[in-house]
């Protein structure tokens, strides 16, 4: 369930592997990285920004792949390699000006718990390890890469009453059409 009075989110900070993605790592025979995004995901980002929110990506790893899925999804804020992803976050709060009390860290890795435990809203992925389920306020029903993030922009946006406007939004359009 839902945690109550967490709500008010207006920064979504997201890790890409096992989180944007199911968290194999595929090479191809020369050596390229090719990664696999979740339709549902990328549509709730969407739906996400319209309401004006931001979305941000921390990630221990770099890939034209990602770089790529974040300007399809229009993601400004984007930080790769990060060791330590801290800085990066403590960044992103400053550049934005959104307290980290209205910010959500989706993780499922150790590297992500200081971003976990330190966000107004902490989540973990259901495949995440132990220790970040441990520290987050809540843990979605669906795998990283297979929905979870989508699953999360749902709950967040319908603890706010949004979700089935942004809904009729596409039933009107589909009546327009007829």
Not at 39 to 66: E, M, N
Request: proline share 3%; net charge negative.
């Amino acid at each position: 369930m839902f945690p109550e009075g967490k709500a008010r989110i207006r920064l979504l900070c997201l890790d890409v592997d096992g989180v944007m993605t199911d968290g194999r790592l595929l090479l191809d025979a020369d050596g390229r990285e090719t990664k696999c995004f979740h339709i549902h995901d990328g549509l709730g980002i969407r739906l996400w920004q319209s309401t004006g929110r931001t979305v941000a990506v921390v990630t221990g790893r770099a890939s034209k792949p990602l770089r790529d899925r974040c300007k399809e999804l229009g993601i400004e804020l984007l930080a790769e390699g990060q060791g330590d992803k801290r800085p990066a976050w403590e960044s992103i709060l400053k550049k934005t000006g959104i307290p980290a009390e209205e910010a959500a860290m989706i993780g499922d890795d150790l590297p992500d718990l200081p971003l976990v435990s330190s966000a107004g809203l902490g989540i973990a992925v259901a495949n995440a390890v132990n220790e970040v389920k441990q520290a987050a306020d809540w843990v979605t029903t669906r795998t990283g890469g297979n929905g979870a993030i989508r699953e999360a922009i749902e709950a967040i946006l319908m603890a706010n009453g949004e979700w089935e406007d942004l809904v009729s939004q596409f039933n009107h359009a589909k009546a327009g059409q007829a």
